[in-house]
């Protein structure tokens, strides 16, 4: 859990990074392509983790409104990535301005569970976490190149002149 703002501003950059990375390599042609009956596609999961975006902070008082909520998904990946870094950096400016160190212990009412402020920035990072991981999966069944994101991908151990894992 947070402690800091601070803290927190510097995992989310970098979880910013790590998100549009793989959204980068996500193609138009086969964003909308479902690999199951009961499996997001592609776009799906990019659009929700935007989503999430205004939807949680606006549950938690970091935003006023859920501008995306009710949105339908964009008809690009480019158009996603660009709402996602547009709200992450909203995200950004109204932490910093609306709480401060002391107020993370705090007690907000989130989804109808009371909850300490750091644990809605806690939940930020791994939800996003969570469905990049989701994405991953589908890229590869999609032939898609996947991004190392906390390590080399199996795409990239051959920079480091080394053979990929099995």
Do not use: C
């Amino acid at each position: 859990m947070y402690r800091k703002i601070d803290d927190f501003v510097q995992d989310w950059k970098a979880e910013t990074s790590a998100t549009l990375k793989i959204f980068t390599n996500i193609s138009d042609e086969v964003k909308s392509n479902r690999v199951g009956e009961n499996i997001r596609s592609l776009a799906r999961l990019a659009w929700h983790i935007t989503q999430t975006l205004t939807e949680m902070p606006s549950r938690s008082g970091l935003i006023d409104r859920d501008e995306l909520e009710g949105q339908e998904i964009p008809d690009s990946i480019e158009k996603i990535k660009e709402l996602y870094q547009k709200h992450s950096n909203v995200l950004l400016q109204n932490i910093s301005e609306r709480w401060n160190d002391s107020d993370l212990t705090g007690m907000i009412e989130v989804y109808g569970q009371p909850w300490e402020r750091r644990k809605v920035l806690s939940v930020l990072v791994l939800h996003q976490a969570h469905h990049r991981g989701q994405m991953t999966i589908l890229m590869r069944m999609e032939n898609l190149p996947v991004p190392g994101i906390y390590g080399p991908s199996k795409e990239e151990w051959s920079k480091f002149g080394m053979k990929a894992m099995e």
